[in-house]
């Protein structure tokens, strides 16, 4: 089991930035891929970015590609989501996951608690 717990959002300006950062439990974060989703209130849970268990892939939902930049550190299992240019539609609670290297909720099975970001205009 991956226990995960999210950090970094907060309230920016638009054309601002932040940087989450998501604290995963010991030996077992090697081996997941890990996903960035977010869910905006009256909406579902949209993928956001993912990166596989090596670091070697990526892959980003179309609409924060050049904004946003998922990345990780094996060494102290951590993930980060770096995010430029931050946009009001990006205000949502954001999650990270744990599980198969995917753009689908199903691929993974372990979750945080989630961080709230806000942008205002």
């Known amino acids: 089991q991956v226990q995960e717990v999210e950090s970094g959002g907060g309230l920016v300006q638009a054309g601002g930035s932040l940087r989450l950062s998501c604290a995963a439990s010991?030996?077992?974060?090697?081996?997941?891929?890990m996903g960035w989703f977010r869910q905006a209130p009256g909406q579902e849970r949209k993928f956001v970015a993912a990166?596989?268990?090596?670091?070697?892939?990526?892959v980003y939902v179309n609409y924060v590609k050049g904004r946003f930049t998922i990345s990780r550190d094996n060494a102290t299992n951590t993930v980060y989501l770096q995010m430029n240019n931050l946009r009001p539609e990006d205000t949502a609670l954001y999650y990270c996951?744990?599980?198969?290297?995917?753009?689908?909720?199903?691929?993974?099975?372990?979750w945080g608690q989630g961080t709230q970001v806000t942008v205002s205009s």
């Open positions: 996951a744990a599980g198969s290297y995917g753009t689908d909720q199903g691929s993974y099975s372990y």
């Open positions: 010991g030996r077992a974060f090697r081996i997941y891929a």
């Open positions: 990166i596989s268990r090596s670091g070697v892939g990526t």
